[in-house]
């Protein structure tokens, strides 16, 4: 498209204010914090939901209905008063508060639903929450950096493994490795023998270390990175 030449308007969606579909046969009540159900739809929260925002203007009685009969209208962003368990003063450090169902409220994350952060303790076990509805996260790829980082390679792999076999060499299946990645190795455990590590290299599914002497004890634990270079 090209830059505009007259003046035109511009069509706005909803905005802190939004109406989805309510699931069938139950009713969200006023006030109510609402979640997604994974298929579209919203429903009183339950813990893990992606929120919503909270109901207003009224309860939303579907019990009666089909997915989709009818809309709730809920507040996606601003500040509420909410009654959260043992709330002491020093929340006043900005603690996030989740969800663990559309009408408790706790600073303990879990499995629940992060609805917002403290934004004033107001009195034992009360508070202002400043809530606002999360953007999903979004995959990253190397293209999403900013472009003065180029990296030239990136992890691919890490983790430790124990001697074992009592030789100088020990071959590990790492599922995925690839003859021209990079290996860096390190000991986490030093074996009895106080071997050192003479190399570390890549081929396809292993990585094979080498010590500067054979490790009998077979107590040596050495913690590697995989390096591929960047797309």
Known sequence: MTTKSVGAPVTFGQGVVCDFPVIASDIIYEGSAVGENGSGYSRPLVAGDPF????????????????????????????????ISALAVTANDQAPVYASDDNTFTLTAGSNTLIGNVRRWVSTGYAEVAFKVARKAAAVSLGDLDSGIAPSHVVKFAGEVTWTGGGATLAHTV???????IV????????????????????????????????????????????????
Not at 60 to 69: E, R, T
Not at 175 to 181: E, H, K, L, P, Q
Not at 189 to 197: D, F, K, L, P, Q
């Open 52 to 83: 919503q925002g909270f109901a207003i203007d009224g309860d939303y009685d579907n019990s009666d209905g089909s997915a989709g009969d009818i809309n709730v209208h809920v507040q996606a962003e601003g500040i509420a008063i909410l009654a």
């Open 175 to 181: 599922t995925g490795a690839a003859a021209t990645d």
């Open 184 to 231: 860096v190795a390190t000991f986490h455990t030093i074996g009895t023998e106080g071997a050192t590590i003479d190399g570390a290299v890549a081929s396809t599914n292993t990585v094979t270390f080498t010590l500067d002497t054979a490790n009998t004890s077979n107590d040596a634990v050495v913690s590697y990175v995989v390096y591929r270079a960047a797309a």
